[in-house]
């Protein structure tokens, strides 16, 4: 079974630019949630989908987005790039139904620099 | 938003000797989840626990949902030098968001 799948694995962008993520969940999930990691913030909860909806929401601001498709896999959008913004974007995948199936199985991350 | 109090930040143990570290939070969850991450790799889950009191082990590994449902507590045992990352906790009521601790970097010396 494969696991969860982020493209790219890595991004070099200027500030000003967007950047769009992909993440690819274990098939069967339909759960995908994104994290920003950085070292002195730690895990930071983005956003999370479920069959296509917005379920959970970080505090973030605008500028980051994303979606669901049909087939689960998701997206995820930054407008106009901060030089904050640098860090290792994760996104989890699980079944989202709950107690049982509530386990997130992470991706490699995308690790964005921007410039 | 919420951050889960872990402790403790840092260790640097022998091989072969025990850790134990923990995590707590001010609000109750009903899912814990214990994660271990390697420089520049996503964390990769180690133990999930649903359960006030459980007690869930995973080879050397040892986790207890808290009492209180506010902590839960991993242990490792004779631990050897694949151990070392940092492990997180994370927390989850409902089908809420995970709210996940600030990690503990185990360095295991041989």
């Known amino acids: 079974k494969a696991g969860v799948t982020q493209t790219p694995r890595y991004l070099i962008k200027t500030r000003g630019q967007q950047v769009t993520l992909s993440c690819s969940p274990i098939?069967?999930?339909?759960?995908v949630s994104w994290y920003q990691q950085t070292p002195g913030q730690g895990l930071q909860f983005l956003f999370e989908y479920f069959s296509e909806t917005q379920r959970n929401k970080g505090n973030f601001p605008g500028r980051f987005s994303g979606r669901q498709f049909s087939n689960s896999r998701s997206e995820m959008n930054v407008s106009t790039l901060e030089l904050g913004d640098s860090a290792l974007y994760l996104c989890?995948?699980?079944?989202?139904?709950?107690?049982?199936?509530?386990?997130?199985?992470f991706g490699q991350g995308t690790r964005l620099t921007v410039v | 938003g919420q951050q889960l109090n872990q402790s403790p930040q840092s260790m640097f143990i022998q091989e072969g000797e025990d850790v134990s570290m923990n995590c707590t939070s001010s609000?109750?969850?009903?899912?814990w989840l214990w994660y271990k991450q390697d420089p520049g790799e996503g964390p990769v889950l180690l133990i999930a626990l649903y359960k006030a009191g459980e007690l869930t082990s995973n080879g050397r590994l040892t986790a207890q949902f808290g009492i209180t449902r506010k902590d839960s507590f991993l242990n490792i045992s004779a631990s050897i030098p694949s151990d070392v990352g940092i492990y997180f906790c994370a927390g989850q009521w409902g089908l809420g968001q995970f709210y996940f601790g600030t990690g503990t970097s185990l360095t295991v010396i041989p």
């Open positions: 098939s069967g999930h339909r759960s």
């Open positions: 989890a995948s699980s079944l989202g139904l709950g107690r049982v199936g509530t386990e997130a199985f």
């Open positions: 609000s109750i969850f009903n899912t």
